[in-house]
């Protein structure tokens, strides 16, 4: 989850909460536990997952991330 907690009364920056999810199936547990596959066939990579969340997050607010 991504917050912002905004500014009090001003209306160009206002409270913001971004929370992505992202579920996949798969035959092969990851190496870790709480991790992502290798196995890019059995949905996004973690590089992926993460460069997705970034681009999402840096359309709120281009070049400051």
Do not use: V
């Amino acid at each position: 989850m991504w917050y912002y907690p905004g500014m009090p009364e001003d209306i160009q920056k206002p409270e913001i909460r971004i929370t992505a999810t992202y579920s996949f199936t798969s035959d092969h547990l990851p190496e870790n536990a709480p991790g992502f596959p290798t196995r890019s066939q059995d949905g996004l990579t973690e590089e992926e997952f993460l460069s997705a969340w970034n681009n999402l997050l840096e359309s709120f607010h281009p070049n400051k991330l």
